[in-house]
Structure formats: structure tokens, C-alpha cells
């Protein structure tokens, strides 16, 4: 009864927090070949690992498309990505975590997804709500690590 | 004499200094919610630019809904987590930061018949709000990092969203001086329309907003993956998705294994394998449309053998990434492509 009522209120806390964003995006006023670089320090220095970055300019411009900047930055953690893939195997698919780096001029964009998108699916599974409850926090930490970094770079 | 000075130099300095306080809130709200899309200065991006000369054609009623409301299915999310208070401090910073007002508009007088304004809009508007309103061209706004066939992205002028925020005199402003810097001409300042004509396509508008479809909500049991079970054991599943995906023209990236760059190499379990794939011709068209796709794409097909050794092969649902977007073209363009991968996983465990 008490494990009933402690997940209930646990979704309830978790749902109020539930944003109608689905996507997290944050603009650095840098440009995007150094945002990467404070991107993947600001991972790492949350405990993150990198698994690897994909170059999608690259590709399209080996295939005759004119485009700036554009990559995606893989990243995540060993135990959890080894406990979900046993747990969830219907969830690998988001494993790992993904955002995007993308140049606007002298600008970076960076967007990833809100992964409170996922609650609606796992909804009784305490396990992933927290997973997504922590990635969640960890994305908004990590943009503001990103909003000081951006300060002391212009101090520079 | 002195002494109402003082106080009127006191509420003055009061006065300043709450609202320079409102202001440092709602720049902050602005910075944390709308810079990504329409930049600081307004210079637009994703989002239609906001700058002082837009400023001056709106009201605050107009900017409080926007926000309040969004575009839904075009992009821009509907801000319902920020309370009145919190919207209100992001438009008066809005304002102050373009040095602009309010504006008063005059009640209109006149009311418009639509069928008149239907052939006055195939005239002067379809070439760039396109046949139902909703914008022509792909993509949104400014964004600088891809070629546009539009000075401005033409926007849906037919979103509820949009219909709910703008009020009868705000179109008419619009139709009859245009949008600077946009392409968008004056239709009333260069003799194009009179009162009369812009009235009626206002009353246009309107009807065809009433007709507008936004994407039905997604069915209770839709899954965020495709997954499925593989007959074949691990290895000739995975020459299974290669063969399958090359006979449909993807082209292939080098395999990485799901746990590859998280654990230490000799930790990483071999019999779980991302089989990555892209189509460069169609990834281009999505970026037109719709440039964050890079938080889903390059498309995988994760290959996984369970503990029991029963093999699972395993891809992102497109028919609900696609709802992340707040984009419908995106929505309908990943609707067909949902299929194309489904039935590549099928044939592959046939």
C-alpha cells in the first residue's frame, strides 16, 4: 500500500514537471566549431561519455549539397545503456542520447530531445521515469554550464 | 516644494527599478525559451523574425496568445507551463528591447464576403501562403544554414494558433502594409486592394481556417520503437537488415555496437549492433523542411541477441518521433517513411 501510494505521488510530481516542450534548444552566441568543443567538455564533465560524433555536413556535401556545420554528438553511460537494453530492449533505439550541433553564421544551435517524451510510454515503470527525470536535469545542468562557458569565452 | 520632489524623484527611481527588474525577468525568459528559434534582436531563425518594425504592427494581445497558443503542427510550441505573469514580463521585454508600443487599432467597419475574397487571394496571396493558407515553400522562418526559396519563409496564416491570436484588425494591418524586409508588399499602400477587398480576404481567410486539419492525435498504443523478433540467429539477421537495406538504395555507415565509446572496448557486448543508414537525397528534403531531424537521423536498426538467444531487431517509431517537431509536413512526410522501414525490418525476418 505504501509502494502504491509513494509511485502515485511519484507520478504525480513527475507529470507536473512534464513540459509541453518536446524538444530542448539553447543558442550560443559562439561559433559552432568551438560550441562543439564546450558541448562535449560540459558532457564529460557531467559524467557522460562520448561515444562518437557523426559529421551529417560531410556526407552531404560528398554528395553535392552545399550546407554549413551540422553534427550530432552521441553520448551516455555504460551501466545505464547495459540496464536498459536488458530491461527495455524496445528502447535501444534511444540509446545513446543524441543532440545536434547545427552553425547559424557566426551562431550554434543546439537541440535534443526532451526526454520527458518518453513518460507517456513507460508509465508505471518507476525505473524509467527516473532515468527520464534525470536526463532531464542533466540537459538543463548542462545548458547552463553551456550560458557560463558562453560568458567567460566573451570575457576572453 | 521640496519635499514632493524628493517623493516623485523616489516613486520615479521606484518605478525604474521594478520594471528594470520585470525586464532582467523577462530577458531571461525571452533567453530561455525563444532565442533558440527567433534569435536575440529578433533577427529570426527557425521562427519568423520579431523585429522592432514587426513590433509595430501587433498589439500585446496578439504576442500574449502567440505565446500562449503557439502554432500547433507549425513549429513554434505553445508556451502552456509559463502563467500570465511570466508571458506578460517576455512582451514587456519584447517591447522595451524594440523600443516599440502597443498598438491601438480602430475597430473595422467593414464586413467581408468571402467568396469574393476567395478570387481576390488566388491573385495576389497563393503564390506564397500556397492554396489552403498554410504557407508555400518548406521550412520555417530564416533559417540561415540551408539555401531558401522565400526571402521569409511565408507562414501558415490559416494555424489555428495563429487565427486565435490575430484579431481582424491585426490581418488587415498586415495585408494592407505588408511585412518589410519580407517580400511581402503593401497590398492597400500600392493601390493593389482597397478597404473593401482586404475585408473580404480577411473574411477568406477566416472561412479557410475553419476547414484547416491538424494531425489527429497519435492512437493509445502506439510504441516509441518497431520492434520485432527475428527467426534467423544473430549473424544472419544482420546480413539480413544489410541486404534488405541496400536493395532500397540506403546507403550504409560503418556498424558501431550499441554500448561502442560507453564502456571499456573489452566490456562492449558484440551481439547488440546498430546498422546505421541514410538516404542523402531525402535527408536534404527533411532538412528543408524541418532542420532539427538531426536529433533522430541517421536511421538505425538495432540488432540485439537476448540472454534466452532470441534475436530482436529494433528502430525508432517515425510516426511518433515525428510528433516531437510540432511539425505536420514532417508528420506526413514520416508517415510514408515509416512504412518503407517497417517493411524492411519484415523482410528481413521473413
Redesign the interface.
Known amino acids: 500500500m505504501k509502494k502504491f501510494l509513494l509511485a502515485a505521488l511519484f507520478l504525480i510530481a513527475s507529470s507536473a514537471q512534464a513540459i509541453t516542450n518536446d524538444m530542448m534548444m539553447l543558442r550560443m552566441n559562439i561559433k559552432a566549431d568551438v560550441a562543439i568543443e564546450y558541448l562535449k567538455s560540459a558532457l564529460e564533465n557531467r559524467g557522460y561519455s562520448i561515444a562518437h560524433t557523426q559529421k551529417c555536413d560531410g556526407g552531404m556535401q560528398s554528395f553535392g549539397y552545399t550546407t554549413d556545420f551540422y553534427r550530432s554528438i552521441f553520448f551516455g553511460k555504460g551501466a545505464e545503456a547495459r540496464e536498459i537494453s536488458k530491461a527495455h530492449p524496445d528502447f535501444v533505439s534511444y540509446i545513446p542520447h543524441k543532440i545536434t550541433v547545427v552553425a547559424e553564421r557566426e551562431e550554434t544551435v543546439l537541440s535534443i530531445v526532451n526526454p520527458h517524451v518518453f513518460d507517456r510510454f513507460y508509465p508505471e515503470d518507476s525505473m524509467m521515469l527516473q532515468h527520464f527525470k534525470n536526463w532531464h536535469h542533466d540537459i538543463l545542468s548542462i545548458f547552463s554550464d553551456l550560458r557560463a562557458a558562453e560568458r567567460a569565452h566573451k570575457l576572453q | 516644494m521640496l519635499r514632493p520632489l524628493v517623493s516623485l524623484i523616489a516613486l520615479s527611481l521606484f518605478f525604474i527599478s521594478s520594471s528594470a527588474f520585470a525586464d532582467a525577468r523577462g530577458e531571461m525568459l525571452f533567453g530561455q ?1 525563444c ?3 527567433h ?2 534582436g529578433g533577427k529570426g ?2 521562427g519568423l523574425p520579431l523585429t522592432p518594425e514587426k513590433m509595430e504592427n501587433v498589439d500585446d494581445l496578439y504576442l500574449i496568445r502567440t505565446i500562449q497558443l503557439g502554432r500547433p503542427g507549425r513549429v513554434m ?5 509559463l502563467n500570465l505573469d511570466d508571458v506578460r514580463s517576455i512582451v514587456d521585454y519584447m517591447r522595451s528591447a524594440s523600443n516599440t508600443k502597443s498598438v491601438v487599432f480602430e475597430a473595422s467597419h467593414l464586413s467581408g464576403n468571402p467568396d469574393r475574397g476567395e478570387g481576390l487571394y488566388h491573385l495576389h496571396c497563393v503564390t506564397c501562403h500556397a492554396e489552403d493558407g498554410s504557407g508555400a515553400g518548406e521550412g520555417t522562418g530564416v ?5 531558401r526559396g522565400f526571402m521569409v519563409m511565408p507562414p501558415s496564416i490559416t494555424n489555428p494558433g495563429f487565427l486565435a491570436s490575430a484579431s481582424d484588425p491585426i490581418l488587415e494591418f498586415a495585408i494592407k502594409h505588408g511585412r518589410e524586409g519580407s517580400g511581402m508588399l503593401g497590398f492597400k499602400d500600392v493601390g493593389l486592394l482597397d478597404e473593401q477587398g482586404v475585408a473580404d480576404i480577411v473574411a477568406y481567410i477566416r472561412q479557410m481556417g475553419s476547414d484547416q486539419q491538424v494531425a489527429p492525435p497519435l492512437p493509445e498504443d502506439e ?3 518497431i ?1 520485432i523478433e527475428s527467426p534467423y540467429d544473430f549473424d544472419t539477421t544482420v546480413s539480413n537488415v544489410r541486404q534488405s537495406l541496400v536493395g532500397a538504395n540506403f546507403r550504409i555507415f560503418p556498424d ?1 555496437y ?6 571499456d572496448e573489452f ?1 562492449v ?1 558484440k551481439r ?1 549492433v546498430g546498422i546505421r543508414f ?1 538516404n ?2 531525402e ?2 528534403g527533411m ?1 528543408a523542411i524541418e ?2 531531424v ?5 536511421c ?1 536498426i ?1 540488432i ?1 541477441e ?2 534466452d538467444g532470441s534475436v ?1 531487431l ?3 517509431n517515425l510516426k511518433v518521433v515525428s ?4 511539425n505536420d509536413n514532417l508528420v506526413r512526410l514520416w508517415a510514408a517513411m515509416n512504412e518503407g522501414l517497417s517493411s524492411i525490418m519484415e523482410e528481413a525476418s521473413l
Not at chain 2, 143 to 147: D, E, G, I, V
Not at chain 2, 258 to 263: A, D, F, N, R, S
Open positions: 525559451h532565442v533558440a528559434c534569435q536575440f531563425g527557425i510550441p505553445a508556451f502552456t507551463e533559417t540561415l544554414s540551408r539555401h510504441r516509441p520503437t520492434t558501431r550499441l554500448e561502442q565509446g560507453l564502456l566490456m557486448n547488440q541514410c542523402f537525397n535527408l536534404y532538412l532542420p532539427r538531426g536529433v533522430v537521423l541517421p538505425r538495432t540485439l537476448q540472454e530482436l529494433v528502430a525508432p510528433r516531437w517537431f510540432n
